[in-house]
């Protein structure tokens, strides 16, 4: 979904599918795709008809060896390393119409629909990333002696570590909640945007906690305990900023206008 000059702004694509015999020509550029570099299958977004805005735009898959479409090499990123993440190029791509998702203008219908199922899950993985967090600073502030005592009896350590813990469980029944919504075949929107939201930042916010609990160790690379902290950061912005998480909420409440 993502171009060069539609981030958290989507609907703004520039990709184009132009209607031929038997199918259609996709041309344009998508940028930050996760997997791109290395994916055998893609679904694309692109419009058919730019007047239309968000109903003009329709999802195809395309395969990796289809002509005219090409993946990027690998960019660098501060963390996150083992999801490799490239740009897409189309030029001219042949689509047959079989591999058109839903009708012509239902992309959007199929991106809000993927977006609530990705924002209620794709976080369920930093809630055990999370918990060993604690674990290992619970572990540590037992073990590490300071001032001839160990540093977890100290009131700034365990108040601290306490912070984890609520973080931790107020994030795990966010995400439960949004998962039950789901699995039952409710609408989970801002549920969804609620538990994207609250876990993103909470694992920001425990990977600060634990490199401090773990002091300079914590922040050497050597330990482990920074590189959650840098993968961390990724999930405030993939997935819908926290941002327009808060844009989400918002209208959900009756509140504000267009993000």
């Given at each position: 979904m993502t171009e060069p000059e539609s981030g958290s702004d989507a609907y703004a694509l520039r990709t184009t599918a132009l209607r031929t015999s038997g199918g259609y020509l996709l041309s344009g550029s998508k940028k930050l795709i996760t997997n791109a570099p290395v994916a055998d299958v893609a679904i694309v977004f692109a419009t058919t008809n730019p007047k239309r805005g968000m109903w003009g735009v329709t999802a195809f898959l395309v395969d990796r060896d289809t002509p005219g479409f090409q993946a990027g090499q690998?960019?660098?990123?501060?963390?996150?390393?083992g999801a490799s993440m490239g740009e897409?190029?189309?030029e001219n791509c042949f689509v047959p119409?079989?591999?058109?998702l839903g009708g012509e203008g239902a992309g959007a219908r199929v991106f809000e629909s993927s977006?609530?199922?990705e924002r209620s899950c794709i976080l369920a993985c930093q809630i055990g990333a999370m918990e060993r967090q604690f674990e290992e600073c619970i572990g540590h502030a037992r073990e590490r002696h300071q001032f001839g005592q160990p540093i977890g009896n100290f009131q700034s350590v365990s108040n601290r570590i306490v912070e984890m813990k609520v973080r931790l469980e107020s994030a795990r029944l966010l995400l439960y909640h949004a998962a039950w919504k789901k699995h039952n075949g409710m609408?989970?929107?801002m549920e969804a945007a609620m538990a994207k939201l609250y876990l993103s930042e909470a694992f920001v916010a425990s990977?600060?906690?634990a490199i401090r609990t773990f002091g300079g160790y914590g922040f050497l690379t050597e330990c482990g305990i920074e590189q959650d902290l840098r993968d961390a950061v990724g999930g405030t912005i993939y997935s819908g900023t926290s941002d327009i998480q808060r844009n989400i909420i918002a209208r959900q409440l009756g509140l504000g206008g267009k993000p």
């Open positions: 690998p960019v660098r990123k501060m963390g996150l390393s897409l190029h189309l119409e079989e591999n058109r977006m609530e199922w609408s989970a929107v990977g600060l906690d």
